[in-house]
């Protein structure tokens, strides 16, 4: 059974930091791409951060310099360390796991962690 688990969210004041984790299991952890998402109330889920099987990673505008992925594939986790942090990034946090085949792919989700930051 695959599992995604996301951990780390809160409340925290403008400016402020906080990491977030993602503990998979089921899965080839280290043959997966992994994201972070987030989704506002009555918006759509857009990609935050990527980083690839190989660590090459990628990030939405609204967040380069700020946001930072990174992976730890002994410890089957993602992270995403959130500094800077403003109230426009208030939103649920989910983290995504896709292995891409010749033919087949996975997709899979996380249920999601609450970020919220006050002005």
């Known amino acids: 059974q695959v599992q995604l688990v996301e951990s780390g969210g809160g409340l925290v004041q403008s400016g402020g930091s906080l990491r977030l984790s993602c503990a998979a299991s089921?899965?080839?952890?280290?043959?997966?791409?992994m994201g972070w998402y987030r989704q506002a109330p009555g918006k759509q889920r857009d990609l935050v951060a990527g980083?690839?099987?190989?660590?090459?990673?990628n990030y939405a505008d609204s967040v380069k310099d700020r946001f930072t992925i990174s992976r730890d594939n002994a410890k089957n986790t993602v992270y995403l360390q959130m500094n800077s942090l403003k109230p426009e990034d208030t939103a649920v946090y989910y983290c995504?796991?896709?292995?891409?085949?010749?033919?087949?792919?996975?997709?899979?989700w996380g249920q999601g962690t609450q970020v919220t930051v006050s002005s």
């Open positions: 089921g899965i080839i952890f280290s043959s997966y791409a």
């Open positions: 995504n796991a896709v292995y891409r085949g010749l033919k087949i792919e996975y997709d899979y």
């Open positions: 980083i690839t099987s190989g660590g090459i990673t």
